[in-house]
């Protein structure tokens, strides 16, 4: 099935897009006057957790604040279960253990390797000047990710299509868009039938390959747990929906921090030219702390609690309730984050939540880790990288995804 535009729909542009627009970039102050006097806010029933020792224990608490994905991941999975809508239980644990097995860290230098092999060669082609978005990092992201998966190109639609509409369901339409619904309702089955379709036939074949989806074939060869088809192809569609539409939205974003920061931006510069990979992703992830993924996650009460218990700021929540765990806050509060409004490459990585914690970290971590600074590497690497010229030289969002930065640089 065809559906138009790489990217996710995003919010409309105009009046209302602009006023969502504002009212994202207020939230930093808004969060930051929260902490100060109403560091658990409650407005009926939704309640804003701000301070980073609360967000932390709710992340924590699973058992009483749940992860509310299930609804939406049925929609996508068909029915099938994924560990992300699932609860501390036994089947979680199996499954989460049974993709360790397969998605493993020694992989992870041969995907740093890739994702700077792809994003240098399209540095080399753009000639001196790149569209950072779609054109650098989302199509080394699909390419690293997808042949890593196991899952190519369906033969009768586009992967980064499918999987940024999946995510934007999932992760992004609070407001259940009937439009947005009507193309979900179309893409998943597809998606669901072409990965299907891929695991019989490299059963077919014979060879099953030392990618994420041969190994979970050569596991259920051998009778493994956690290794049905139904089992394989909800994980290998959730790494596909989860994973690879978020370096998109993150990395221009980063870049977007530096470009404000001629310092850092040299200083990132530097640390590339240098080899210095650690410190490159210091540089990586502090950027992100000024611009995060999302605002907040959301969680479930499924039975009455108390968040902050014993300190003047505690609050009961009732069962039932939303809880808004605003991870972007509690990156900046200051009882926690030494000096959180100066950009620090070299901070502990506990002052970091870019990828929630607790139960439902994200299970892409150290994936995200590798490959991130990797496709900014070679634009840093180049002389003279500047913003190009007029508006496409600055990120542009629609909603909470980036859509357009262009960046002119000193061909070789």
């Avoid at 369901?169 to 609070?174: K, L, N, S």
């Avoid at 001629?262 to 611009?291: I, N, Q, T």
């Amino acid at each position: 099935m065809r559906v138009e535009g790489v990217g996710p729909r995003g919010r409309p542009g105009g009046l209302k897009g602009a006023l969502a627009g504002w009212m994202m970039r207020s939230l930093p102050a808004v969060f930051r006057v929260l902490r100060a006097v109403s560091p658990v806010l409650r407005i009926g029933d939704t309640v804003v957790v701000t301070r980073y020792d609360d967000v932390r224990e709710v992340f924590l608490n699973d058992d009483a604040f749940a992860v509310p994905y299930a609804r939406k991941l049925d929609v996508i999975m068909g029915g099938q279960p994924f560990f992300l809508g699932m609860r501390d239980t036994s089947d979680y644990r199996r499954d989460t253990a049974a993709m360790r097995t397969v998605v493993r860290s020694d992989d992870l230098p041969a995907l740093a390797a890739e994702a700077g092999r792809l994003a240098a060669e399209a540095v080399r082609a753009g000639g001196g000047r790149i569209e950072v978005v779609n054109d650098l990092v989302r199509e080394v992201t699909f390419a690293v990710l997808g042949r890593y998966f196991g899952v190519s190109d369906p033969p009768d639609g586009d992967l980064r299509i499918w999987a940024s509409r999946l995510f934007e369901f999932q992760f992004a339409d609070p407001g259940d868009d009937p439009d947005l619904r009507a193309e979900v309702d179309a893409i998943a089955p597809a998606l669901r039938a072409h990965i299907q379709g891929l695991i019989e036939a490299r059963r077919a074949s014979g060879a099953f390959g030392d990618d994420v989806l041969g190994r979970c074939l050569d596991r259920q060869s051998r009778g493994d747990p956690g290794f049905s088809d139904g089992q394989i192809r909800a994980a290998l569609t959730g790494f596909v929906v989860g994973g690879p539409p978020q370096p998109p939205m993150v990395v221009p974003q980063a870049l977007e921090q530096l470009l404000r920061r001629p310092a850092e931006l040299e200083g990132a510069r530097k640390a590339a030219l240098a080899g210095d990979d650690a410190l490159l992703l210091g540089y990586v992830l502090e950027a992100m702390r000024f611009d995060p993924l999302a605002p907040t996650l959301p969680r479930v009460a499924v039975r009455d609690e108390l968040i902050a218990a014993g300190s003047r700021r505690a609050t009961n929540v009732r069962e039932g309730a939303t809880l808004l765990v605003a991870f972007s806050s509690a990156m900046m509060d200051e009882r926690r984050v030494p000096d959180p409004r100066r950009f620090n490459p070299r901070r502990l990585a506990h002052e970091y939540m870019h990828f929630g914690h607790g139960l439902h970290t994200c299970f892409g971590l150290q994936i995200n880790h590798a490959i991130l600074p990797m496709m900014l590497k070679p634009l840093l690497e180049r002389r003279g990288l500047r913003r190009a010229p007029g508006p496409d030289g600055h990120l542009r969002k629609r909603g909470a995804f980036a859509e357009r930065l262009e960046v002119v640089y000193d061909p070789e």
